[in-house]
């Protein structure tokens, strides 16, 4: 079945980077755009960056422009998302999604704490 686990999340200070994985399983990776979803403490969970299939077209919501870079290794079946300069507003939960077989998957999500 499919599996989406992330991983990489942690404590970091303003101004810092950090670089979250996402490891797939159960279907074929290099064919399937994916995409980075963060959700706050009581918000809406939010698209931030969207990969095609072969890395080739990327997209990001506007407050990380410049600042994150989503990527993958389809031969790992590995998705990334490195951030750097991270602010407080960062703070939240992040994960990755799949859309198969037309219904989305997630994987349980990975912390990220920005706070001095």
């Known amino acids: 079945q499919v599996q989406l686990v992330e991983s990489g999340g942690g404590l970091v200070q303003p101004g810092g980077s950090l670089r979250l994985s996402c490891s797939a399983s159960?279907?074929?990776?290099?064919?399937?755009?994916m995409s980075w979803y963060r959700q706050a403490p009581g918000k809406e969970r939010e698209l931030i960056a969207s990969?095609?299939?072969?890395?080739?077209?990327?997209d990001y919501m506007d407050s990380v422009k410049g600042r994150f870079t989503i990527s993958r290794d389809n031969p790992k079946r590995t998705l990334y998302l490195q951030m750097n300069s991270l602010k407080a507003e960062d703070t939240a939960v992040y994960f990755c999604?799949?859309?198969?077989?037309?219904?989305?998957?997630w994987g349980p999500g990975t912390q990220v704490t920005v706070s001095s």
């Open positions: 999604k799949v859309t198969y077989g037309h219904r989305d998957y």
């Open positions: 990969i095609g299939h072969s890395g080739g077209y990327a």
């Open positions: 159960g279907f074929i990776f290099s064919v399937y755009h």
